[in-house]
């Protein structure tokens, strides 16, 4: 096993096919791995419940390109109703089940937010967003998708997205635990989590 004293900003990641690549980091404390991500800020890394590191590699500039059109429709929903607070793909949260995750676009409802002590909301945040969306790049596996979306909804929140541009589809998660698919050309909604919000990626992904 690989001790967290190990992991330095000096070590060279490769990745392979766009895969990510995976550590053992069970004996890392929360401290630790914080700053494992610190030292390492431009890598995007999750930890899964076991302990294990996973670190991804950069996103495609198409799939970036996307993931900014959906996050700015949902970023200009939230000026307008001012119901939350809507965070980039770039922060972590600290779940229930010991996970950090990073959704590549999360929503918090802001009495949920504000009622967190400063000091968490300075690190990876002990909560658990009311609302994630995962978006497939071509060499993300579908099926680890399904499970880290359903990882979210056991955990607590309680509307999810995982949108898959390959297929032309979303996939809708309920806190009541139905998933629906959506094809583009139909409307996603935020329901009664996100009042209002309405979105037809046929409109802004094409």
Known sequence: MVEAAEYNSDVNFKFH???????????????????????NHELRIERAPNGQIIIVP????????????????????????????V??????????NGAERSPDTSWILKERWEALAPEDQQKFAPIVPDFVLELRSQDQSLHELHEKMAEYMDCGSRLGWLIDPQNRRTYVYSENGDIQTIKFEGHLSGYEVMPELKIRLTDILG
Do not use: A, V
């Open 17 to 39: 096919n766009g895969s990510p690549m995976r550590l053992q980091g069970d004996s890392m404390s929360d401290e630790e791995f914080y700053s494992f991500c610190i030292k």
């Open 87 to 96: 965070f980039d793909s770039s922060t972590g949260f600290k779940l229930p």
């Open 58 to 85: 950069p996103t495609t500039s198409e799939t970036g390109r996307r993931n900014f059109e959906i996050s700015m429709e949902i970023g200009l929903w939230n000026r307008q109703h001012k119901l939350g607070h």
